[in-house]
């Protein structure tokens, strides 16, 4: 478990994992706790996230705390106000500039608590989390549970055909998957995809 250092200065830490790794969960256990601790905390989600709520910071189990939905990450420094924690949620959704706004919140003495995709549906880096996890002073890594072997998931699986990586849904669009399930599905998909070109290519000919 997270244990929030002792010092009285600024700093970034970065909660990443894959979908429903439990991300929101512990981003929302650390606000409260510095809550508890008398701090003044303030909370942005990116406004194109509207899955559960417009403006709460809902977890996948229903947890939930007040936030502020930001277009852009740039509108975060125009509403921190005498924060002493500033929490950031679904930071991959977020444009470049997170990385340069938690920074600069960090500079100015503030506790900043961020969560998000480390990896897209396609395993690749997720928007501006490499570059978070890069100046973070604290990361922490999140797993799911496979739902194919039970093993401990890093990736999220896109269980339909949707063009685009960002792309809103839950369990009816996404799943977890540990490294092996999850690269042996595409295996199986380019294996029936040459087959089927194969097969459609002698019907040609």
Known sequence: MFLEPQVKKGWIEVICGSMFSGKTEELIRRLRRAKIANQKVMIFKPAVDTRYDENDIVSHDATKIPSIPVAHSRDILLKVQNADVVGVDEAQFFDADVVDVCEELALRGIRVISAGLDMDYKGEPFGPMPRLLAVAEYITKLHAICM????????????????GQLVLGEKDLYE?????????????????????????NGKKT
Request: proline fraction near 2%.
């Open 148 to 163: 194919k072997c039970g093993n401990l998931a890093s990736h999220s699986y896109r269980k339909k055909v949707v063009e």
């Open 176 to 200: 977890p998957r540990c490294r092996i399930c999850y690269h042996s599905e595409f295996e199986e998909v380019d294996t029936k995809t040459v087959a089927e070109k194969e097969s459609t």
